[in-house]
DNA sequence: GTCTATAAAGGGATAGAC
DNA sequence: GTCTATCCCTTTATAGAC
């Protein structure tokens, strides 16, 4: 029993050491020492636990994804009025992003660099249909408290509003001369000032 | 003279590969025998133009950076109305980006790999602030023709809108499953959607 | 300028002791 | 489980002939 809290203990400071070096270097640039050296240990044993670079890769990439999905999936799905949703998802959405800020360049590179370890992606797109913001957003359309948009656009607008900023925030935080503070400051006030915009849209 | 225009065409062709390589598979992905081969030369006298694999992808990225700088500053001192240059520079940026999508992410990834190397944006920060569009932004929140929000938030608003849709496309493609030419008129139709969004966001 | 051959470095992976 | 030492393949870089 203390045998396996021991082993537990040691696998998760490589996962949480991995998922530090990855998301911040990707899969090419990642080194398995910088890796072992974040966790206290050496390479050999990160080999013992993991086999390979590219399996202790795909472990975190899968949870990284799996994660991302459970969230985004219960947003969705949270038991409220449309234009309330928009908001407490952007609120929520934005929260998490702060977090974890280095997850959406992460996840682009992957998807972008291997394309084919989409599926994980393509089962979210099953439940999506059946989500309850994509019910409520054609309900609304019928109803005619909002116009007839794509929901494609309707996602992609409101994602990118959301994510973007993460992504380019070494560009902007030098193109406006801005210290991390003021960054964030900014981000948060895009909690009230992205669903103004995507309901102002929506509106006739 | 014959001689150096040998020269110059072999270097332009290096080029040519090294970029096709880089903005695919960025700097650690790129391999310097796919560039060699891809320019139908060997790696020997890939070193002899440009001695090591950083400087050859520095080039790349200067001429990158240089090339986004110069066409972003063009559309934003364009001779237009305000509401007019929003559309066109839209209409424009996103038909600029269909014909180099791979950009972004190569942008993305460098800045957030190597913040530092973006002293040479930090030019463009400069030149921003005297660029016709942010007086004539500044204009029009005080003639009272949209509210005053901070430039900061349209600027970062309007790229997202333009830029993400083309860092995310893989998952987008996959949620919708959508194929290479859906994918791309939808892009398409974003180009009356974007102006749109800001300019409902923006009025009163 | 361009090539072939090869050196040198880097980094993932394993053997074997403890 | 964990370490040290080392292997070995991949990839960058150079030497030297043409």
Redesign the pocket.
């Known amino acids: 029993m203390s045998?396996?809290v021991?082993?537990t203990?040691?696998?998760a400071k490589i996962l949480e050491s991995a998922k530090k070096v990855f998301y911040l270097r990707g899969l090419k640039g990642?080194?398995?020492?910088e890796i072992a050296k974040e966790a206290?240990?050496?390479?050999?044993?990160?080999?013992?636990?993991f086999?390979?670079?590219?399996k202790?890769y795909l472990k975190i990439f899968d949870d990284a994804i799996s994660n991302f999905k459970v969230q985004i999936l219960e947003l969705a799905n949270q038991d409220m009025q449309f234009e309330e949703k928009v908001k407490h998802f952007v609120e929520k959405y934005i929260s998490l992003l702060l977090e974890n800020s280095y997850l959406p360049i992460f996840i682009i590179n992957e998807l972008n660099q291997n394309p084919d370890r989409i599926i994980e992606i393509l089962n979210v797109g099953d439940e999506l249909r059946e989500t309850l913001l994509l019910r409520q957003f054609n309900e609304e359309i019928l109803k005619g408290n909002i116009r007839p948009v794509n929901f494609f656009h309707f996602l992609l607008n409101l994602l990118s509003l959301c994510v973007f900023p993460f992504i380019s925030k070494p560009i902007f935080k030098s193109l406006f001369n801005l210290s991390e503070e003021q960054f964030t400051s900014l981000i948060l006030e895009r909690k009230n000032i992205i669903p103004d915009i995507i309901l102002k849209w929506l509106k006739n």
């Open positions: 045998e396996e021991k082993i203990t040691t696998e990642a080194r398995m020492e206290n240990i050496n390479t050999a044993l990160l080999h013992y636990y086999r390979t670079k590219e202790l």
